[in-house]
């Protein structure tokens, strides 16, 4: 692997203007910088890099899609083939997570709440507890991590990853509340009655879209964001389909063969998935069968009924016919949506008509002090693109917080003279 990886770090060209970094890489990683200090034998200060530009950079050197990004725009796969630049972040980033001290400055006297612990909210978290706010994360699962953890398959990111970067954000002075809802027993005014001075939500996107057709509620049918929780739960049967042709369904279809499914096909309403080319490939490696201008009509017993679909004149999609295709269990991979339930008992905080949570360019909710972003607010995308997010939001909360602290010490000058 070392051998590997210093071969792949030595066909890096140090591109002047590095389109790797400034169009390949949403988080914008100094990639020529980081492959020169590993090359000089400074894995360190390389690793201090990743982690202070992206708190989840080891995460992303494994589940981003880099053919599409950095690697896509790597100067040397024009000719040939890309510098492996996922790797050598991944060497570097696994290594160093384990060194980090997690320092932070002075204490600021301000806490913050962080709902959800997905990548915006730990991300957010980092940010502000190494600024010296008190920070709180509430997460309503058992362990930590969000759709990271719950929503992509071990195989792909294991979960020792999440379980060393609990650890750091515990060394960091974080606290964390696992298996605590908010909007249940406690609210967004819970949070403010106990001296919250800021709430960031980064509830991500867990209520499964449906189809919206007949046979969705029966037993044989279930949803990709409830079996990715835990597939041992479930009995599949030697025959599933998966309706969708996102990363989401490539996961399941990759799962349901590992977890003993033996004939796995993904049903695609379109000529081509809309997963990333690499989980595609290895979808189909995996023994993955793919049916192509299918479109889901009803789920039955036996399985669901699929028409096929073609383009009109006018390049609107439509279908014809429709014929069951028979399979054990139908697993629905379509996409996702926020839960309401903050929202429902959060007053001030308003959606959009997707449900997703409306904020300004800051980041700043409809009701001061709540901040929200990530899945939450753009949609389920992936875990980069919920980073860049996150930073940009972080900012707007110390900007928030300085202002409310200054606010608070004039108050008090005041009082005093």
């Given at each position: 692997?070392?051998?590997?990886?210093i071969?792949?770090?030595?066909?890096?060209?140090?591109?002047?203007?590095p389109?790797?970094?400034?169009n390949g890489?949403p988080?914008?990683?100094?990639?020529?910088?980081m492959?020169?200090?590993?090359?000089?034998g400074?894995?360190?200060?390389?690793?201090?890099?990743?982690?202070?530009?992206?708190?989840m950079?080891?995460?992303?050197?494994?589940?981003c899609?880099?053919?599409?990004?950095?690697?896509?725009?790597?100067?040397?796969?024009?000719?040939?083939?890309?510098v492996?630049?996922?790797s050598i972040?991944?060497?570097?980033?696994?290594?160093?997570?384990?060194k980090?001290?997690?320092?932070?400055?002075?204490?600021?006297?301000?806490?913050?709440a962080?709902?959800?612990?997905?990548?915006?909210?730990?991300?957010?978290?980092?940010?502000?507890a190494?600024?010296?706010?008190?920070?709180?994360?509430?997460?309503?699962?058992e362990?930590?991590?969000?759709m990271?953890r719950?929503?992509?398959?071990?195989?792909?990111?294991?979960?020792?990853?999440?379980?060393?970067?609990?650890?750091?954000?515990?060394?960091l002075?974080?606290?964390?509340?696992?298996?605590?809802?908010?909007?249940?027993?406690?609210?967004?005014?819970?949070?403010?009655?106990d001296?919250?001075?800021?709430?960031?939500?980064?509830?991500?996107?867990?209520?499964?879209?449906?189809?919206?057709?007949k046979?969705?509620?029966?037993?044989?049918?279930?949803?990709?964001?409830?079996y990715?929780k835990?597939?041992?739960?479930?009995k599949?049967?030697?025959?599933?389909?998966?309706?969708?042709?996102?990363n989401?369904a490539?996961?399941?279809a990759?799962?349901?063969?590992?977890?003993?499914?033996?004939?796995?096909t993904?049903?695609?309403?379109?000529?081509?998935?809309?997963?990333?080319?690499?989980?595609f490939e290895?979808?189909?490696?995996?023994?993955?069968?793919?049916?192509?201008?299918?479109a889901?009509?009803?789920?039955?017993?036996?399985?669901?009924?699929?028409a096929?679909?073609?383009?009109?004149?006018?390049?609107?999609?439509v279908?014809?016919?429709?014929?069951l295709?028979?399979?054990?269990?139908?697993?629905?991979?379509?996409?996702?949506?926020?839960?309401?339930?903050?929202?429902?008992?959060?007053?001030?905080?308003?959606?959009?008509?997707?449900?997703?949570i409306?904020?300004?360019?800051?980041?700043?909710?409809?009701?001061e002090?709540?901040?929200?972003?990530g899945?939450?607010?753009?949609?389920?995308?992936?875990?980069?693109?919920?980073?860049?997010?996150?930073?940009?939001?972080?900012?707007?909360?110390?900007?928030?917080?300085?202002?409310?602290?200054?606010g608070?010490?004039?108050?008090?000058d005041?009082?005093?003279?």
């Amino acid at each position: 692997m070392a051998v590997h990886v210093i071969n792949e770090a030595r066909r890096c060209l140090q591109c002047k203007k590095p389109q790797c970094q400034i169009n390949g890489c949403p988080a914008h990683t100094n990639i020529p910088e980081m492959v020169r200090l590993f090359l000089d034998g400074k894995i360190n200060q390389a690793g201090a890099m990743l982690f202070e530009n992206n708190p989840m950079s080891v995460i992303c050197s494994l589940v981003c899609d880099h053919e599409a990004q950095c690697e896509g725009h790597c100067i040397q796969g024009l000719k040939g083939s890309a510098v492996q630049i996922s790797s050598i972040e991944q060497y570097i980033s696994d290594t160093y997570l384990d060194k980090i001290e997690m320092k932070h400055e002075p204490p600021r006297n301000q806490n913050v709440a962080v709902i959800g612990s997905g990548p915006a909210g730990i991300t957010v978290a980092v940010k502000l507890a190494q600024r010296g706010y008190n920070v709180t994360i509430f997460e309503r699962m058992e362990y930590l991590g969000g759709m990271m953890r719950y929503g992509i398959p071990d195989f792909r990111l294991p979960r020792t990853i999440l379980e060393r970067y609990t650890q750091k954000l515990r060394e960091l002075g974080i606290h964390i509340r696992p298996n605590t809802t908010i909007g249940g027993a406690l609210t967004v005014d819970s949070l403010f009655r106990d001296g919250y001075d800021a709430v960031f939500i980064g509830s991500g996107v867990w209520r499964p879209r449906a189809l919206g057709i007949k046979g969705e509620s029966l037993g044989n049918c279930h949803f990709a964001v409830d079996y990715l929780k835990n597939p041992d739960c479930y009995k599949l049967g030697e025959h599933v389909a998966v309706i969708g042709s996102g990363n989401s369904a490539m996961d399941v279809a990759r799962t349901a063969i590992r977890k003993g499914s033996r004939f796995v096909t993904v049903y695609a309403r379109r000529s081509k998935v809309s997963a990333s080319v690499k989980e595609f490939e290895y979808s189909q490696v995996d023994g993955v069968v793919f049916e192509f201008n299918k479109a889901p009509v009803a789920i039955t017993p036996e399985g669901p009924m699929l028409a096929d679909t073609a383009y009109d004149e006018n390049g609107r999609l439509v279908t014809e016919g429709a014929r069951l295709f028979p399979a054990d269990s139908t697993i629905v991979a379509v996409s996702q949506v926020p839960k309401d339930k903050i929202v429902r008992t959060t007053k001030g905080v308003q959606v959009n008509e997707r449900g997703l949570i409306e904020v300004d360019e800051q980041g700043q909710t409809t009701r001061e002090g709540v901040f929200s972003g990530g899945d939450v607010v753009m949609g389920p995308y992936n875990v980069v693109l919920a980073v860049k997010d996150a930073k940009h939001v972080a900012e707007a909360i110390e900007a928030y917080l300085q202002k409310k602290a200054d606010g608070k010490a004039a108050a008090d000058d005041t009082l005093t003279e």
